[in-house]
């Protein structure tokens, strides 16, 4: 279902799966010109830095939080997109979140190997540190799921939850160190910054695909277990509210 999910989005295309490629490509061209090179934002790394060197560190941000910011604002449609499964026969509903997620982990995936290209062409190497990529990402998949449980349940009974979640992820987007490094912050700012699982992932990110250092372990168990708790109390909540569905709807 995920794959049939994957071949929808691009099904009628004239480039069909190439906008996979494309699309991020794109994206990170915009961000790039405009903060390199209208703003002429620059990371803070040591040595020269290069419009490239801006663009990489970008780009793995916005992978990152894209997994997480796609995958809640595809939430609150899931259930009454699919209603015929609510009325006509019996299916597990919670697997409709996950085949969401896992279509959006196949587009971040495709980002990924755009970013590592990247770093192959302009940078002539891949850090060790790239394997452990999958590990650092794992809490931003869980916390995924879990929201994408609690909001595609919440969206049956409130249909304005989409609209409100395209605003809350807005601010998301601005507030966890994407374009910018934690560094860069006060240190009083940067601790309020940190209970925020997405700063500490992204940050992590960032130090395995591209610095080449290893994972803070303690960062990186401290946020899957904010995500698992999180997972939990979505799925929970979606099984509590499953049943009034179909009279909903």
């Known amino acids: 279902m995920t794959k049939r999910e994957i071949k929808k989005k691009y099904q009628g295309t004239f480039l069909g799966l190439a906008w996979s490629f494309i699309s991020p490509l794109l994206m990170l061209a915009i961000y790039t010109f405009v903060f390199a090179v209208v703003f002429k934002a620059r990371w803070g790394i040591s040595g020269e830095e290069s419009r490239i060197d801006f663009a990489i560190i970008l780009f793995a941000g916005l992978i990152v939080f894209g997994i997480f910011s796609e995958s809640v604002n595809l939430s609150p449609g899931l259930i009454i997109g699919n209603s015929n499964y609510v009325k006509r026969v019996i299916f597990p509903l919670e697997i409709l979140s996950i085949i969401s997620v896992g279509s959006v982990l196949f587009n971040a995936a495709m980002s990924i190997l755009i970013l590592l290209l990247m770093q192959m062409l302009f940078k002539g190497f891949l ?7 999958p590990l650092v990402v794992l809490p931003v998949i869980l916390l995924s799921l879990g929201v994408s449980w609690f909001f ?3 969206g049956v009974y409130i249909r304005d939850i989409g609209q409100l979640l395209g605003f809350l ?3 998301l987007f601005y507030t966890s160190a994407v374009f910018f490094p934690l560094s860069a912050l ?3 700012y940067q601790q309020v910054l940190k209970f925020n699982p997405l700063v500490v992932i992204i940050e992590q990110s960032r130090n395995v695909l591209i610095y080449g250092y290893f994972p803070d372990w ?7 277990l904010v995500s698992s708790l999180a ?5 929970w909540w979606f099984q509590k509210t499953r049943k009034g569905f179909a009279d909903v709807l």
């Open 169 to 171: 992820t807005t601010i």
């Open 218 to 224: 303690v960062s990186i168990l401290a946020a899957f």
């Open 127 to 133: 850090p060790i540190t790239v394997i452990f990529f």
């Open 152 to 154: 595609s349940a919440l």
């Open 231 to 235: 997972a939990w109390i979505g799925f």
């Open 186 to 188: 006060p240190e009083n």
